[in-house]
């Protein structure tokens, strides 16, 4: 069995500082993790995955994530937000087998003010 | 390129109807899933299918029956709607299951009165 725990449900900051999302997971078996972007009225993208490699990922509008497999965290970031990242960020794993599925965490609402 | 598209948008129904939730995928992907998202639980895992022919239950599947007819298609039926099945609801697929990620519809907004 696997979790997702997310640490922050809300995260309000203002344009142009930095933010971090924060997601700790639990699992007895290797995972691989992705974060997701939900912007309002919308389906969830995908905004990076961290497969294997380097554990440092670069996605897509400048985020980040770092995977600690000691702390079993996978903590997005990005170092300037802007109005348009205002959305909902979900953490997910997924089991390394074949008949895995996604677990997701509750979200984090970030809100960027001007 | 269409992607993920569901059908309906929007739907309110009355208590002890049913309706059916259509999925539709053009990415020819194996896998295909149901969620429900509700206010700070983030997605549950109603119904998932690993291939044309097969269902599978997920996290929440009572109250809910899929079918997997064809490849592209993964349909989500409620046979007699409750209010507790108000939700927004998500299909998903992805080409395998663990490293692919999931492609999302755009959700379906169910009120059941």
């Known amino acids: 069995a696997q979790s997702v725990t997310q640490l922050d449900s809300q995260v309000p900051v203002f344009e142009e500082a930095p933010v971090e999302l924060r997601c700790n997971y639990s699992s007895s078996v290797s995972v691989y993790l992705f974060w997701y972007v939900q912007y309002p009225n919308q389906g969830l993208q995908l905004l990076l995955k961290?497969?294997?490699?380097?554990?440092l990922v670069k996605g897509i509008n400048g985020f980040e994530a770092e995977f600690n497999k000691s702390q079993t965290s996978f903590h997005l970031r990005k170092p300037s937000v802007h109005i348009s990242d205002t959305a909902e960020y979900f953490c997910a794993v997924s089991p390394g087998t074949n008949a895995g599925k996604s677990t997701f965490g509750d979200g984090t609402t970030l809100t960027v003010k001007p | 390129n269409a992607g993920v598209t569901q059908t309906p948008k929007f739907r309110v129904l009355k208590t002890g109807q049913s309706m059916t939730l259509l999925c539709a995928q053009d990415m020819n992907h194996e896998y295909m899933y149901w969620y429900r998202q509700d206010p700070g639980m983030g997605l549950r895992l109603i119904h998932y299918s690993v291939g044309e022919g097969t269902t599978a239950k997920g996290e929440v599947p009572d109250g809910y029956n899929v079918s997997r007819l064809k490849k592209q298609n993964f349909l989500l039926g409620l046979e007699s709607a409750a209010p507790s099945q108000t939700s927004v609801y998500f299909c998903?697929?992805?080409?395998?299951?663990?490293?692919?990620?999931?492609?999302f519809g755009n959700g379906t907004r169910l009120t059941v009165t």
């Open positions: 961290y497969l294997s490699g380097s554990t």
């Open positions: 998903a697929s992805s080409p395998f299951s663990g490293k692919s990620p999931l492609h």
